[in-house]
């Protein structure tokens, strides 16, 4: 498997997508399915990648005990910045340099292990999922977002770019350039489902991401009332096929059973 890299030169680019209205839109998806399957009480959350911290601040403002690791020095100061900000959080987080190759975590399992926009920089997920769910305690959560191989070129088709998106199209590729410029490879929810099984984890129902307004750039900027309503349609649309099916991103989960009682 190879590492993530890189991601120094990019952090600045990063940080503008996550703070865009699309940006926004994909953390707002993610997070309210995520408080829907975590516990009520305090739960312990490992975010892997976690960047600038975004979701790992969102859980932490829920009431969990979140430790956020990723490699990129700069992503985080990025994310201790972010955290200098909300004092109240700070008996909550601890971030962490670590790497999906070498995440220094031996003998600690978590209520949920979330990775997210992280796969689509690897050359296979096998080697991730088996490490990820190797970190899920009983009765915990896997959680991954993903680039959805099944909607590769309907971007490019929906913004115009209709060389880009035949030729992505016809070809049946995997990998397109993304947000931050790089190429990135798309993996499909149902091998993800069965690479979850594979390590002892039942899926639970995936979500597809920004189906409709996916091919906005990040200077989108629609006032609160028309956010909402894209919310509200994107949620609606993204637990349901085909719907689904052409969103940009893919959120699976998946839940190690709880230890038998016997």
């Known amino acids: 498997m190879d590492a993530v890299t890189g991601f120094d030169s990019v952090g600045a680019a990063y940080a503008a997508h996550s703070d865009s209205a ?11 399915r995520l408080l829907a399957e975590l516990p009520a009480t305090p739960a312990r ?22 430790t956020g ?25 601890r971030l ?9 975590f031996e003998g600690e ?16 997920p096998d080697t991730a999922v088996a ?48 947000n931050l410029g790089r190429e990135t490879r798309g993996d499909d929810p149902d091998a993800l489902d069965r690479l979850a099984a594979e390590h002892g984890l039942i899926p639970q129902p995936w979500q597809g991401v920004r189906i409709f307004n ?12 028309a956010y909402a309503a894209a919310l509200e349609l994107e949620w609606a649309a993204s637990s349901r096929s085909p719907y689904r099916d052409m969103g940009h991103l893919v959120h699976t989960l998946a839940r190690r059973p709880e230890r038998s009682r016997s």
């Not at 990129?72 to 987080?93: K, T, Y």
């Not at 399992?109 to 296979?124: K, Q, T």
């Not at 906005?216 to 009332?225: L, M, N």
């Open 22 to 32: 699309r940006g926004r839109l994909r953390h707002d998806l993610v997070e309210r």
């Open 45 to 66: 959350i490992l975010d892997v990648g976690c960047g600038n911290g975004e979701m790992t601040l969102r859980l932490a403002a829920a009431g969990h005990q979140v």
């Open 69 to 93: 690791g990723d490699p990129s020095a700069r992503m985080l100061a990025a994310a201790a910045g972010r955290l200098e900000a909300r004092p109240e959080l700070a008996d909550r987080v």
């Open 96 to 104: 962490v340099d670590a790497r999906l190759d070498s995440l220094p």
């Open 109 to 124: 399992l978590f209520d949920a292990v979330c990775c997210h926009g992280v796969l689509m920089y690897l050359d296979e």
């Open 131 to 178: 490490r990820l769910a190797g970190l899920v305690a009983p009765g915990g959560l896997l959680s991954i977002l993903a680039k959805n191989r099944r909607s590769i070129g309907a971007r490019e088709a929906l913004a115009g770019d209709y060389q880009a998106a035949r030729r992505l199209i016809v070809s049946g590729a995997d990998r397109s350039i993304g």
């Open 214 to 225: 996916d091919h906005f750039d990040d200077t989108w900027a629609p006032d609160p009332a």
